[in-house]
């Protein structure tokens, strides 16, 4: 199982607490990143990333002022951390400081939860509270690369291995309509029989036997399980 000391990117583009706004947004044009964490002697501080930068006075995106019987219903703290937010140029005062971390050890599918459930790019890696790397969406997408084209080797299975491989993995997902359908293999081709419950089943289970090891060609005589109630 792949982990994050697998796939995290390292050593990491970071910048100290005492740097400016202008020299993260040069950083992350000059690079072709999102984000940047903020580091103080190896520790994490916190991260800043396109997102904190987007609502500046700058450029006119600053929070709107309210009309003033609506500033008396809001929250003033919260009114004045986002005029620093947004006027501030120490990083210290953008950037975001509740961020998710993994270590090393972390398995690459907790990571892909993570950043999906918390509508993240990227996390980064610490070991002993330092920080080690970070994995980004697209540092996924690159294992994905590179474990697909180990998949796509040539590898040479008999046909009884073949079909073996692909009932076991069958029997191992909860979708299959299990004794619905049967498999053949002659030649490394796949030939299904039988009936299937829905187009969703038939199309994932072709999917199954694409990416089993040995396979050459498919042939799929399976028909939708209502049909099969017609026939006498």
Request: charged share 25%; proline share 4%.
């Amino acid at each position: 199982m792949l982990t994050a000391k697998d796939v995290m990117t390292s050593p990491v583009i970071a910048v100290g607490p005492d740097s400016s706004v202008d020299e993260v947004g040069d950083i992350l044009l000059s690079y072709g990143i999102s984000a940047v964490p903020v580091i103080d002697r190896g520790a994490l501080l916190g991260i800043v990333s396109e997102g904190d930068l987007i609502r500046r006075a700058e450029i006119g995106t600053a929070p709107q002022h309210r009309s003033w019987w609506l500033r008396l219903f809001a929250n003033n703290a919260a009114l004045a951390e986002g005029y620093v937010k947004s006027h501030s140029e120490h990083v210290t005062d953008v950037m975001t400081k509740d961020v998710a971390t993994v270590v090393e050890s972390t398995p690459v599918v907790e990571i892909a939860t993570l950043l999906e459930h918390n509508r993240i790019k990227r996390v980064p890696v610490l070991r002993d509270g330092q920080i080690v790397g970070v994995v980004s969406r697209a540092d996924l997408v690159r294992a994905l690369v590179v474990a697909r084209k180990r998949w796509r080797a040539p590898v040479s299975q008999d046909d009884s291995s073949i079909r073996l491989e692909i009932i076991e993995a069958l029997r191992s997902e909860s979708w299959p309509s299990t004794g619905r359908s049967d498999v053949t293999v002659t030649n490394g081709v796949v030939t299904f029989s039988g009936a299937y419950l829905s187009e969703q089943e038939r199309k994932a289970t072709l999917i199954l036997a694409e990416n089993t090891a040995g396979v050459q060609a498919i042939d799929d005589h399976r028909i939708p399980l209502d049909m099969t109630y017609g026939v006498v």
